[in-house]
T-cell receptor, first 113, second 114 residues
Framework: EDQVTQSPEALRLQEGESSSLNCSYTVSGLRGLFWYRQDPGKGPEFLFTLYSAGEEKEKERLKATLTKKESFLHITAPKPEDSATYLCAVQAKTETSGSRLTFGEGTQLTVNP | DGGITQSPKYLFRKEGQNVTLSCEQNLNHDAMYWYRQDPGQGLRLIYYSQIVNDFQKGDIAEGYSVSREKKESFPLTVTSAQKNPTAFYLC?????????????FGPGTRLTVL
């Protein structure tokens, strides 16, 4: 069974204080790992897809990295508008899984001014 | 603008009633999905459909039903058999058969059982 564990559950940062969110996964052959941002009461917004260990992607203050067992979302010099819940999801290569994703429970990030 | 629409945004249901949540997309995506999100939790897959007239159960399909008669529409019915239906429901779509493409989400429907 595919599993995704995100840590910490919640994180409070001061504006400009860089940090990282963790996503550990167990999957029978990784097809892709996805990061989303979700604001309260809204649908998740796609951020990144990572396909293989060693891959990195960046967008503004966010950088996602991938190893064989986990992914990190690094936030550099965060601003209050980066406050949101960040969700990690994996997609397995197995024939029976199709295109479905398995999500972690998310990390709720709060950036104080 | 291309995107996914869900309606209504808020829905109230009395116990014993069936309700249907609407999901429409104009992205020309083949695959569509329904997720349920409870407070402080991640998304759990209810049903998904990779082509018209075909769909598969997800992890928590009991008490729910779907149909996929058109490529752009994937309505979800929450039946009276669903014991705890109060939750935030999210619809998503993705290109298929390139199944590793990301899923795009709608704005969600919040269902409350009175």
């Amino acid at each position: 069974e595919d599993q995704v564990t995100q840590s910490p559950e919640a994180l409070r940062l001061q504006e400009g204080e860089s940090s990282s969110l963790n996503c550990s996964y167990t999957v029978s052959g990784l097809r892709g790992l996805f990061w989303y941002r979700q604001d309260p009461g809204k649908g998740p917004e796609f951020l990144f897809t990572l396909y293989s260990a060693g891959e990195e992607k960046e967008k503004e203050r966010l950088k996602a990295t991938l190893t064989k067992k986990e992914s990190f979302l690094h936030i550099t010099a965060p601003k209050p508008e980066d406050s949101a819940t960040y969700l990690c999801a994996v997609q397995a290569k197995t024939e029976t899984s199709g295109s479905r994703l398995t999500f972690g429970e998310g990390t709720q990030l709060t950036v104080n001014p | 603008d291309g995107g996914i629409t869900q309606s209504p945004k808020y829905l109230f249901r009395k116990e014993g009633q069936n309700v249907t949540l609407s999901c429409e997309q104009n992205l020309n995506h083949d695959a569509m999905y329904w997720y349920r999100q409870d407070p402080g939790q991640g998304l759990r897959l209810i049903y998904y459909s990779q082509i018209v007239n075909d769909f598969q159960k997800g992890d928590i399909a009991e008490g729910y039903s779907v149909s996929r008669e058109k490529k752009e529409s994937f309505p979800l019915t929450v039946t009276s058999a669903q014991k705890n239906p109060t939750a935030f429901y999210l619809c998503a779509s993705s290109i298929y058969p390139l199944a590793w493409n990301e899923q795009f989400f709608g704005p969600g429907t919040r269902l409350t059982v009175l």
